[in-house]
């Protein structure tokens, strides 16, 4: 009987597992491998790496720490993706049949999957508790330090603590602490449940533990432990940052402010512009730290500012992530004949503008001009904080700073618990108008951003880029902009007047007849 | 009408097979705890050695601290250093795991003892640093130090586990399924802490101490090959026949790299 029951098994699981497997060779072995080692054509050119799923050991999981994954689970990973990471959603992607034969699929890559008595339990996760405001707040941080986040999340969840420098996954690959201002790239979701679940199961194959332990030992409450998510999830803003084309930059009455923290800021609307790896030019980087800038911008008429704030997790160059940056070029795929030796490269932002603004539609080539079309850029480094150097690049390997210095950019740099702010300043005016861009108000001046962190390894043609956005000077604002709302409304009401009496005046008309 | 019919087949034995699963895992439990297991024999032969390595040791890297203070405090006199080699006089090489790869027979199934084995986290660091453990035994990790330790256990043939302990005074019982040699563990938050574990199914298996021996007793009769791994300088075989209550030598030397 029992021999029978095996073999319809073994043919149930054959069949699932060939319609698994075509879906699998086609979408996913580019970089999971053929056999499901993580070890596909794409994989080195990603981190982190993609999952091998031999060992069959899983970050996102409703489980605890060490056990399988429960199907719905893994659903959960092939339908949404791992957010932050190179894996897509396919839901919309895959029709579920395909999605769940390729789920079979991936468990046959692990014996542990076949073995009956490890069937995944999920935890009971409860609902977050109720409460709100700055208590609940005040007892997830005390939480958060107790039981050790900043260890790794740093004291302010930029993912700057002090053994951040030294994480590794299990294969040895480096990985970052998650900046916990950034929920949105959180690999298994941004929801305070999202946070409570990873607390509790822990991320396994990465240094993040669980933490369920502590619940059972009594050393914080399951309410805490929320409390902990809860804080967690007030570190981010309340939604993505949406990425808005133009930076409107206000003309301020004050002085210009110059220091990254003048409380001028404060007013100033933000703009975030993603960044991505710079893979168009050799060497390409797959694997860029900085994932956006946030953006504000204001003028005095005379002079303009421009406040460049993003999340960095070290003041480059620090020796304590040399070792750090050894993994990361050790990771990936390189298009150098020989492997670079780690250095202690600073942390770099350059600004890129055209020359001058441009008439039509036409702009420069974005990823820093041509030989032809230079652009006009800001170069700032965190080796020399206090300046920046400007001057034209002419293509992505040649940049060639203005003689004698051209017209004066100043900066201003702090780094603050896993963050720069940089502000840059400079007069509208300027008296080389032909490659230094003299800034007027009322006109859409193409913008760009360039970022390297040095303790991942990025210097040069390795860095983080964005395409052309815009910057928009606000003109002061004319008495006519508050006078002619008045004089509509008054125009309207005169002939709204005059409709009513020439209908009363035809109505007495009639009645007269 | 075939592909249907197929289908409803199909689906039944599914049914049957799965509902099958469900009580052959029910009954299995119970099983391991009811079969009588093999005491090994106080008369059994033994196995002792000493382990010694040719060539200079590499220098242990010396451990940064400052972090921890609540750590570093607990050196007062000698600075900490890594323990990838700890070599005792003349060469002797402590921290070697030796246990018999080959030759216990598959049959013989050896209880578990009731007691853990403890891995202590103290001063940062874990003790012992290398350690034996069977299959189906407790680990207890302890955290002595008022610090947060996380404890990763890195494993292919067994589930690997990632635990935390933030305070001193707590503990957590782990057990292992499968032979593994060796399990790796590891605390992310003080990068230089690791410690190996090898998991057998038998009790026959020792660590060598800092004067480079090992012992191995109860040994049933029989040819076994024994195994010595060090965590740097790889492993070793040797081939032993034991009869009766004889003790026989096995000596291995590793040459430094």
């Known amino acids: ?5 095996l073999i319809a098994a073994v043919l149930l699981s054959t069949q699932d597992t060939t319609a698994g497997k075509a879906v699998y060779q086609k979408w996913c072995a580019g970089c999971h491998g053929d056999n499901g080692a993580g070890d596909g054509a794409g994989a080195r050119h990603m981190l982190p790496p993609p999952r091998d799923f031999t060992g069959a050991i899983y970050q996102i999981r409703s489980t605890a720490s060490g056990q399988l994954p429960t199907d719905a689970d893994l659903m959960r990973s092939i339908d949404e993706g791992l957010l932050g990471t190179a894996m897509p959603g396919w839901k919309t992607r895959l029709s579920d049949r395909e999605r769940r034969d390729v789920l079979a699929y991936i468990k046959t890559f692990s014996t542990f999957f076949a073995d009956t008595t490890l069937r995944p339990k999920p935890l009971d996760f409860g609902k977050a508790p109720g409460g709100s405001g700055v208590d609940p707040l005040r007892v997830g941080r005390q939480f958060y330090d107790s039981i050790g986040c900043r260890k790794c999340h740093g004291d302010q969840g930029r993912g700057d603590g002090p053994s951040a420098p030294t994480l590794k996954d299990d294969a040895g690959h480096p990985i970052f602490a998650a900046d916990l201002h950034e929920n949105w790239r959180f690999n298994g979701g941004g929801t305070v449940e999202d946070i409570y679940r990873r607390l509790r199961t822990g991320l396994d194959g990465t240094p993040m533990p669980s933490f369920s332990d502590l619940l059972e030992q009594k050393f914080l409450t399951d309410t805490e432990l929320w409390r902990v998510a809860q804080y967690v999830r007030s570190l981010s803003p309340d939604q993505p940052p949406a990425v808005r084309d133009v930076i409107h930059a206000p003309r301020i009455s004050g002085a210009l402010p110059r220091s990254p923290d003048d409380s001028a800021w404060r007013a100033a609307d933000a703009y975030w512009f993603p960044l991505v790896g710079q893979v168009i030019h050799k060497s390409r980087w797959f694997a860029p730290a900085v994932v956006g800038v946030s953006v504000q911008a204001v003028h005095t008429g005379d002079s303009i500012a421009l406040r460049v704030v993003w999340d960095d997790r070290s003041q480059s160059p620090d020796t304590a992530w040399l070792a750090h940056v050894g993994r990361v070029l050790a990771a990936l795929a390189s298009d150098d004949s020989t492997r670079e030796q780690p250095t202690g490269w600073p942390d770099q932002l350059a600004v890129q ?18 030989t032809s079309a230079p652009v006009y850029q800001w170069r700032w480094s965190s080796a020399a904080k206090g300046t920046a150097v400007s001057g034209l690049a002419r293509g992505i390997e040649r940049f060639d700073p203005i003689p004698g210095g051209g017209t004066v950019v100043g900066a201003q740099a702090v780094y603050d618990h896993g963050q720069w702010r940089v502000v840059l300043t400079r ?23 360039f970022a390297w962190d040095g303790s991942n390894g990025e210097h040069g043609t390795r860095m983080a880029i964005s395409t052309w956005y815009f910057l928009a000077l606000d003109e002061p604002v004319p008495a006519r902009v508050f006078i002619s709302p008045v004089l509509a409304m008054a125009l309207t009401l005169a002939l709204g007047l005059l409709v009513v009496w020439r209908a009363q005046h035809k109505t007495s008309f009639r009645r007269q007849q | 009408m075939t592909a249907r019919l197929f289908t409803v087949v199909g689906g039944m034995f599914l049914l049957t097979v799965c509902s099958k699963g469900d009580q052959s895992t029910v009954r299995a439990a119970p099983a391991p705890a009811a079969q009588p297991a093999v005491t090994p024999s106080e008369a059994g032969g033994t196995i002792t050695g000493k382990i010694k390595f040719t060539g200079t040791a590499p220098r242990n890297r010396p451990i940064d601290m400052s972090e921890e203070a609540a750590c570093k405090a607990k050196y007062k006199t000698n600075p900490p250093v890594e323990e990838t080699v700890v070599a005792g006089p003349a060469n002797a090489l402590a ?32 003790h012992p640093h290398v350690l034996g453990i069977m299959v189906g035994q407790g680990l207890e990790i302890v955290n002595s130090d008022p610090v947060l330790h996380n404890i990763k256990a890195i494993a292919k043939k067994n589930r690997p586990f990632n635990v935390s302990q933030p305070s001193a005074g707590m ?53 076994y090959t024994i195994e010595a791994w060090h965590e740097k300088f790889g492993t070793q075989t040797a081939t032993v026949t034991v009869a009766g209550t004889e003790s026989k030598t096995a000596n291995f030397t590793f040459a430094a790299r």
């Open chain 1, 353 to 370: 503008f055209p020359v001058a603004i441009p008439s039509g539609m036409e702009r420069p080539y974005f990823l820093m001009g041509s």
């Open chain 1, 1 to 5: 009987m029992t021999s029978v029951f």
């Open chain 1, 427 to 449: 007069a509208l005016a300027t008296s080389d108008t032909a490659s230094q861009l003299p800034f007027r108000t009322g006109r859409a001046i193409p913008v760009a951003f």
């Open chain 2, 171 to 223: 503990k957590t019982v782990r057990t292992f399924s499968a032979p593994e040699v060796m399990v790796s563990l590891q605390c992310n938050v003080h990068g230089w802490m690791n410690a190996y574990l090898g998991v057998r199914p038998d009790p026959f298996y020792a660590v060598s101490g800092p004067d480079g021996s090992f012992k191995i007793t109860g040994l049933p009769p029989g040819t």
């Open chain 2, 95 to 126: 921290n070697v795991f030796v246990y018999i790869r080959e030759g216990v027979p598959a049959s013989a199934k050896y209880q578990a003892p009731a007691t853990s084995v403890v891995l202590d986290q103290n001063g940062c660091r874990y």
